[in-house]
């Protein structure tokens, strides 16, 4: 059993009224949602929810800012020629759009050069130094790139033209050798936040250039179009970021940019409820798109004109840009999509490496970045045009594309980015190379573990706890971004009761969930999850908190970001019930003598521990309404006989960042790790190496109890964490799995004409008219009988049948042991409490 992607909860147990909740007034969730990103005292979750633009740095901290300025001013007094050169992703327009604005309200006249990205692609290339240099320039200024540029600055200085460069990517090994170079990243730059986007750089410069005390008014010039890229680069929204970004987003409720404000209203957005959601996923990928698509400019002239009338115009220009972009980029996801299900070898690579010619130049980050999120591997996709290959690439949590890259540097053109995206070109003869030598990286530093996602997630939410109320309240903690994501919550066990699609493909999944009370759930592009489950089933879901207002009828709805099983709701007919009960009977019909337990033959292992300490209550801890979470830790043992018992203890342990074992009937390994087993022999089992020993199930029986007190060392946990309700439910499992006579006959009349079966999982019920798990202990039967073999590919889901004898001597059912110790094991429960 494998979760998809891994839950970890920031914090375990109930959540109480504590004082710094009492304090500043705010409830007992938000006051744990500050506490799990370390905001502990009451100043600073004050800082953290009302951070103010006097807290902005000094940008003379910043190396090389005193000459950039020094330079700048003398270009203004020499009135010589300036250019901005910029990028072409909604960091770079923005970035070339507040220097514009600046040297605007100076009145100073500068231009601007964008790079065409699909002529051109990324950064200061040579082609557009002479474009420029044509134009006339004496002073360049980079914003957003530059960074990688050696030899083009080289080149800009034999034509005259000097270079201030102004960035925020990564540094390579050689920093060009411009008048200034702005970047926080530089090693020996000693500006306390390196995390500033490349708008934010250039924000910076414009306060180092404006006197104080007039920045203090001039800064919301540029303040909404800063907190646009600061959202759409994705950058840590700590630190100034968050300054900008929470201080930008109520500007922009009002709205002082005639061009965002247009923007705004194409997309549907209401601004006077605009939140960096809105930002990230609508206004920004229509600048994007443009860029996309080869018009970049467009971007500027939005955020830079005064005229209402032509920023609506480009407005829907632009909306026109991203319909177009969203087809080619749809086109473009189905081919990589298609490309990697046509080559199994995908399937072992750790990192996607995939090439198509004639794909757009400026689509492919997108849906590289959607690759990444679905398979949960860095991914480069790149276009092969005229022998060369361009592209993005894309990480995942803990592995460097960009330092990949480095190593790798001989094999590319050119590459640029950071630890989670970058840009790169080569020779297209290179990307087999490419992709041998960024997977043997990867094998080496990625685990399988490091491929599985790890959702963070604030705590698991009680059902009195869900209301608008806490939904208005989650708005304090904005902006949402990196290093302050959007807070993510679990609930457990809740009733599938409905299953439904929406949008325009049927992509979203639409479910409701029942539990004391009914919850509406969406899950956006989570269609493809519906297969998984039936109406019914109890399940885990993962989600964030929104609000559902429709002809004005406000309620909670959930959005789902995961779900996963909790309990099918027939266990007989679940393909892993079947894997995890296949485990009580051995393939070995000499091992089910092991499975009758000879308890009375091994009573006391060790005299000191006498019987005088067993009673009736056999020193068990009950938990079973307690926090289980606080006996989670190294040498712990866990065990579970049902497979409900085996449901609640793998979610539970799920939930921890420690990882854990699952064994079935005896420890195959011993190690530090918990262990959680299934169905355990328990002479079979080492108990003095564990400090506690947690039951998520009745034993067989009372004597049971006592042998597991009789061998476990002195002052270990001895804990139940069940209660009634699990008796009733293996009783119902009990009484469904043992087969009768006639079942068994038409089943052997099936196999005997059939000879060779292959059935997928859920067509056994309609096939054969029984339920799988039933099936299961009669053909374990017919192979203790020596008359079949089958097994299960769990790749296809599917259950093969092979009739080993054409005919045969009569058989007695009375006489199988599996038989027996099915009865047996039922009979246990059914007398014993």
């Known amino acids: ?432 190379e490419l992709r041998q030598r960024v997977n043997k990286i990867a094998d080496y530093n990625l685990t399988q573990e490091d491929m599985i996602e790890n959702i963070k997630v604030e705590y698991e939410l009680e059902e009195q706890q869900i209301s608008l109320d806490l939904v208005e309240e989650l708005h304090k903690l904005e902006p949402f971004g990196l290093s302050n994501p959007t807070p993510r919550f679990i609930m457990r066990d809740l009733v599938l009761a409905n299953i439904g699609f929406v949008g325009a493909a049927k992509q979203h999944l639409k479910i409701t969930l029942q539990k004391d009370f009914v919850y509406e759930a969406i899950g956006f592009n989570m269609a493809y999850l519906a297969d998984e489950f039936t109406r019914g089933d109890k399940v885990d879901v993962l989600f964030q908190l929104g609000e559902n207002n429709y002809n004005n009828n406000r309620k909670v709805q959930l959005l789902l970001k995961d779900v996963r099983i909790a309990h099918p709701k027939s266990a007989i007919k679940d393909f892993t019930s079947i894997k995890l009960f296949s485990k009580i009977v051995p393939e070995d019909v000499n091992d089910l003598y092991k499975i009758n337990y000879n308890l009375e033959n091994n009573r006391i292992k060790n005299e000191n521990f006498g019987q005088n300490e067993i009673s009736n209550n056999f020193n068990i801890e009950d938990v079973s309404n307690g926090d289980i979470f606080q006996y989670f830790e190294e040498n712990t043992l866990v065990i579970c006989n049902t497979l409900n018992g085996f449901f609640r203890a793998y979610s539970d342990l799920s939930l921890i960042d420690d990882e854990f074992d699952v064994d079935f009937g005896k420890i195959t390994k011993n190690t530090h790790k918990i262990k959680l087993i299934f169905s355990p022999y328990l002479d079979k089992l080492d108990l003095n190496i564990y400090n506690n020993i947690i039951l998520y199930d009745f034993l067989y029986n009372k004597e049971e109890y006592s042998y597991l007190l009789d061998n476990v060392k002195l002052n270990t946990n001895f804990v139940k964490y069940y209660d009634d309700k699990n008796k009733l439910y293996l009783n119902n499992i009990m009484e469904n799995i043992i087969p009768n006579r006639n079942e068994f006959i038409t089943i052997y009349k099936y196999c005997i004409t059939n000879k060779h079966v292959e059935l997928t999982l859920n067509k056994i019920k309609s096939t054969l008219g029984i339920m799988p798990l039933k099936l299961f202990v009669i053909l374990s039967v017919f192979r203790e009988f020596n008359l079949l073999n089958y097994q299960i590919n769990e790749t296809e889901n599917t259950l093969i049948i092979d009739f080993t004898k054409s005919s045969i001597s009569k058989f007695n059912l009375d006489e199988s042991l599996i038989l027996q110790n099915i009865e047996q094991l039922r009979n246990k429960y059914l007398e014993s409490y």
């Open 1 to 432: 059993m494998l979760y998809k992607k891994k839950w970890t909860l920031k914090h375990f147990g109930k959540i109480k009224e504590d004082e710094m909740s009492k304090k500043i007034c705010i409830s007992p969730e938000i006051s744990q949602i500050l506490k799990n990103r370390d905001i502990i005292t009451e100043k600073d979750a004050e800082i953290f929810m009302n951070p103010s633009l006097d807290y902005l740095r000094d940008p003379f901290l910043l190396k090389d800012m005193q000459k950039a300025v020094d330079r700048i001013k003398e270009a203004v007094d020499k009135k010589e020629r300036i250019f901005i050169y910029g990028d072409y992703d909604v960091d770079g327009v923005s970035s070339t759009s507040i220097l514009f604005l600046y040297f605007k309200s100076i009145g100073y006249d500068v231009k601007y050069y964008i790079p065409n990205r699909l002529e051109e692609g990324y950064g200061i290339s040579i082609e557009a130094l002479e474009k420029i240099n044509q134009m006339g320039c004496d002073l360049l200024i980079s914003v957003d790139c530059g960074i990688t540029s050696y030899p083009e600055v080289e080149f800009a200085k034999s034509l005259g033209i000097d270079v201030i460069i102004t960035d925020h990517h990564e540094c390579q090994s050689d920093i060009p050798d411009a008048i200034a170079v702005i970047n926080p990243k530089q090693p020996d730059c000693n500006y306390p936040f390196d995390s500033l986007c490349g708008c934010g750089v250039a924000f910076k410069l414009i306060q180092a250039l404006t006197p104080p005390e007039e920045f203090k008014k001039a800064m919301y010039n540029y303040l909404e179009i800063v907190t646009l890229a600061t959202i759409c680069d994705m950058v840590p929204l700590k630190d100034e970021n968050r300054i900008i970004v929470k201080n930008g987003l109520n500007m922009m409720k009002d709205g002082r940019n005639i061009g965002l404000q247009e923007l705004i209203k194409v997309c549907g957005v209401d601004n006077t409820k605009i939140g960096s959601s809105h930002i990230g996923y609508s206004v920004g990928p229509r600048i994007n798109a443009s860029g996309r698509l080869g018009y970049s400019y467009l971007g500027v002239e939005l955020f830079t004109t005064d005229d209402r009338k032509k920023a609506k115009d480009i407005a829907l220009d632009l909306e026109e840009k991203n319909n177009e972009r969203q087809l080619i980029e749809s086109k473009m996801y189905s081919e990589a999509e298609a490309i990697i299900n046509s080559d199994k070898s995908y399937e072992n690579d750790k990192v996607l490496v995939i090439a198509k010619e004639g794909w757009q130049h400026g689509i492919i980050g997108i849906v590289a970045s959607k690759l990444t999120e679905k398979y949960y591997k860095p991914t480069i996709l790149l276009t092969i045009e005229e022998g060369m290959a361009t592209g993005s690439a894309r990480s995942i949590k803990g592995f460097s594309i960009f330092d990949t890259l480095v190593e790798c540097k001989d094999l590319m053109t050119k590459f640029g980015g950071h630890e989670q995206a970058a840009g790169l070109s080569m020779d297209s003869k290179n990307i087999e």
